[in-house]
């Protein structure tokens, strides 16, 4: 990923750049959103960046497998461990500047979990999120090489593409209909069938398509683009929601919600031919820009540190807030509970989010690059001064390797023993039960509170602002067992609810639990949201859910809806009609209740 070569395929080199350029406004929750009413981001561009390394991949027969390795190790495994070092190091300086005395200590089995976490999730933590992609990205690269390399002789891309296509609707359905816990060392396998298609549609492309696409007019371009976005805003209309076009989180594989199967598929084909017809177009202006040049030389970059630069302005406003003087908005206590808090003073405060996310790391780079310069100097002048020297600094990679590589080997099969262990122990598990009903008994009530750090339950209203959307979030409920609960949002008590109930698209309902190793936990992985009623300014409405309630991680259960006037004739999502949707637009309180069962203790 060197920083000062040119790329010469113009193209794609701005595809590269306008694609992580969106990972930074989608991971500010869209502050420009470009086209996102139609395309939402979500939807088409991790696939994309695997269409596009699709497209400059050139495995074959000749291909010698073992240097085609160590290659994909050493652009992209090595700069993921540097960068996430680098990042967990930084990380831990803005903790002691937002936290001061109240920073407390790596647990000491931090270590084992970050490895957990990288061969599922794929990364270690929130302020790498982003680095999960490297993992996936690595895997599947490798797999379609094995396989062509084995399978050369049969090898037909169209055939392959349909078996791909087949494996990838698979892993959706899997993912639909399967406990997202049970998936979780799969995680990275299934992520790899999810992407293959679209590795094999990056070499069709080269190989068949591009001299057609390429020779189209502009009028047909122009054409071609306005049609996918008609496309995609008719399948809207067969959809619960517009955004259900999306994926939220291809990491842990949740967060589709579309009924239907093929949903990312086509969301992922329309949006990148979308895009790709587009930098067509604007390859030859755009082209020579440096700049452009540059960000598409460091996408890598900007995908490990835009998280970490989003913290480093929002330690810049909390310094600024301490010491110099208050900034209206910025809630310091969100900052010290979140890595994705973000400045809640309007939609254009954003744009220095985005700024943050694209040019820090840019600059990161220039100064890193200016400072190893000499080492890499050195180091190339010692590696070339003989050939003992390179089979020395060969042999203490290919060690660190087999390390790191038996480290993840080694958490990986622990915790897959682990997980099968805890599924022989049928009689423990009913005597921890046992115990904890009797410790819940009628005659002591308040003992749920003693036993256990409570979970939290809270509304997520999404609601449009400035032609983008927004979250608000209530104030929340302490939920200590299974029951009815209810939360009041009112205009006249709480400023920021007035443009949440104006601008209203849908609302969510949040159920959260952080477990805590000093404390006993609560189990809410099988929580379910229903009987959902709903009423405004004292007026019933219809609730209509979209779908069961859904894990986003580990410690979020979360289900949404939308509301009907009872005059209205919608009575279920079989007969549910958008343009009925009711319109929260000036009024002033809504009251929102719910039960909560499926709530164990652990």
Known sequence: ????????????????AIGIFMVVDSHTFTCFDIFGNFMPYNSFFMPMFVFISGYFNKVDSFTKMWPYFIKKVRSLLVPYMGISLAVFGI?????????????????SGYFAYALDRIVTVGSFGAIAEAMWFVIALFVTLMVYAVMKKLLHRIWN??????????????????????DPQSLTYLLVPLKCLFFLPFLEMGVIYREHVEKKHTSLSAGFKIGLMFALLVVNAVRTL??????????????????FYSPYYVTPLISSIVGTLFWLTFVDLIAK???????????????????????????????????????????PGFD????????????????????????????????????????SLPIRNKYNDFKKASVKNEKILSGIMYSLLAVIFTGLVITFVVNIFESASDRNE?????????????????????????????????????YEDGGSYADYYSSFEEVYEDGTYTITVNRSEDADAASAIDGLSYIGIKLVYEQNDDTENMDISNAEITNITVSCDGTPLVAIDNGETISIDEETRYIYFDCYDNESGVTSAENADESKIFQFDGKNEIVISFQISGISAQ
């Not at 060197?2 to 080199?13: D, E, P, Q």
């Not at 392959?160 to 899997?174: D, G, K, N, P, S």
């Not at 985005?354 to 100064?367: E, N, R, S």
């Open 91 to 107: 990380q831990q300086l803005i903790n002691w500047i937002k936290l001061g005395d109240e920073m407390t200590p790596v647990p």
């Open 426 to 462: 049928p009689e423990i598990v009913e005597d921890i039960e046992e115990e904890v009903d009797e410790s819940f008994s009628d005659d002591e009530p308040g003992n749920v509170q003693d036993y256990a750090i409570p979970a939290y339950v809270f509304l997520d209203i999404v």
């Open 285 to 327: 202006p755009v082209g020579e820009s440096r700049f452009v040049n540059y960000m598409s030389c460091n996408t890598f970059w900007i995908m490990g540190f835009h998280i970490l630069f989003f913290n480093i302005l929002n330690c810049i406003l909390l310094l600024i807030s301490r010491h110099i003087a208050a900034i």
């Open 157 to 178: 891309s169209y055939v392959m593409l349909a078996l791909f296509t087949a494996a990838h609707i698979f892993v959706v359905y899997l993912a639909k209909n399967t």
């Open 332 to 371: 310091i206590e969100s900052f010290k509970g979140s890595e994705w808090y973000f400045w809640d003073i309007g939609n254009n405060a954003k744009i220095l989010y985005v700024l943050a996310g694209v040019l820090g790391p840019l600059l990161f780079k220039w100064i890193f690059d200016k400072i």
């Open 1 to 16: 990923m060197s920083a000062l070569r040119t790329k010469t395929n113009k193209k794609f080199m701005i595809l590269s």
């Open 238 to 255: 067969y959809l619960p929601n517009a955004y259900d076009l999306a994926v939220d989180r291809i990491n842990d594989l949740t967060g």
